[in-house]
Nanobody
Framework: QVQLQESGGRLIQAGDSLRLSCAAS????????MGWFRQAPGREREFVAA????????YYADSVKGRFTCTRDNAKNSLYLQMNNLKLEDTAVYYCAAQNGYTGSYFYPRYYNHWGQGTQVTVSS
């Protein structure tokens, strides 16, 4: 059974840094695009960042560009999101997602085949 398990979310102060991890099990995603999405209360799930299967190419939402870095370690079947200079508006449940290969887009939830359960990130002032 394929599983994506996020970890690292917690309560943190604005301006601080946090690193999220996503461990995949059940199959290897070394040939697949992977990404991070987030969902705040009352809002739709939105794209945060994604990385190509090799890790050579990364993509970011404008709201996090320059502050967040998405990386992967295919040897560990894992995905990471380094978040710096966190803002109140970054508060959300963060989800790890993976495609079966590359399905045509990095930016929309419907292009991802596998999802984690999410990890809560709460940024306080």
């Amino acid at each position: 059974q394929v599983q994506l398990q996020e970890s690292g979310g917690r309560l943190i102060q604005a301006g601080d840094s946090l690193r999220l991890s996503c461990a995949a099990s059940g199959r290897t995603f070394s040939g697949s695009a992977m990404g991070w999405f987030r969902q705040a209360p009352g809002r739709e799930r939105e794209f945060v960042a994604a990385v190509s299967w090799s890790g050579d190419n990364a993509y970011y939402a404008d709201s996090v560009k320059g502050r967040f870095t998405c990386t992967r370690d295919n040897a560990k079947n894992s995905l990471y999101l380094q978040m710096n200079n966190l803002k109140l508006e970054d508060t959300a449940v963060y989800y790890c997602a993976a495609q079966n290969g590359y399905t045509g887009s990095y930016f929309y939830p419907r292009y991802y085949n596998h999802w984690g359960q999410g990890t809560q990130v709460t940024v306080s002032s």
